[in-house]
């Protein structure tokens, strides 16, 4: 382990009938993990190919390494080396770094796709988690919003709104990973709606073409 002090992270709220260690914080923690911006981006990018059949794998795993792989190993070296005080970066005076690296590795991506003349389905998904990224970036400036919600709402919306159940899958997730924020304290209810809504606009950004608005 380095030898670098870590900044502790924001304490855990306590109630007497939510301590850390209760079924319900542990269902949250859990949630939290498998509802990772990562983890729920990077099923997002490769599953282009699943969605859209003129989309390449190796476009979809190249925007996946620039856009999601990059930013992920440098959060892992921030956080192994203390700049950050957790996984999830819950200390808004912490993002900036990993949000500036990840905007660069995004931009650099999109130059290698365009030039490579990636299918435009991925060029274009790319662009909308760079306008998430943005977004996300303008909003922290001054306050802390749930990236979390953001990017699990903006997934929901955008993938799948067309399956069976859809809606009532998508309103579940979002829910879900509310609910896990608030609960294990990383963020407040209007943190995580001022997430939702991020990720509502950026999923708009991408749906209203395909159905021709």
Not at 67 to 94: F, K
Not at 135 to 155: P, Q, R, T
């Amino acid at each position: 382990m380095s030898a670098t002090p870590t900044i502790e992270p924001e304490p855990v709220q306590q109630t007497a009938s939510g301590a850390p260690g209760s079924r319900a914080a542990v269902i949250a923690t859990l949630l939290s993990h498998v509802f990772s911006p990562a983890l729920i981006g990077t099923l997002v990018l490769l599953s282009i190919p699943l969605r859209h059949p003129v989309a390449t794998w190796s476009s979809a795993l190249l925007a996946t390494a620039f856009t999601i792989a990059i930013p992920w190993v440098a959060l892992v070296a921030m956080r192994w080396s203390g700049h950050v005080s957790d996984i999830h970066v819950t200390r808004r005076e912490q993002r900036w770094p990993l949000l500036l690296i990840t905007l660069v590795s995004i931009l650099i991506g999109l130059g290698i796709l365009t030039l490579t003349a990636a299918p435009a389905v991925v060029v274009g998904e790319v662009g909308l988690f760079l306008l998430g990224l943005l977004l996300v970036g303008a909003v922290n400036l001054f306050w802390k919003l749930s990236i979390h919600a953001a990017v699990a709402s903006f997934a929901a919306l955008y993938c799948l709104l067309a399956l069976p159940l859809g809606p009532h899958l998508a309103v579940l997730v979002v829910a879900l990973v509310g609910w896990s924020r608030v609960r294990i304290a990383h963020h407040t209810p209007s943190q995580v709606l001022a997430g939702t809504v991020v990720g509502v606009l950026v999923s708009l950004g991408g749906l209203l073409p395909v159905f021709g608005v």
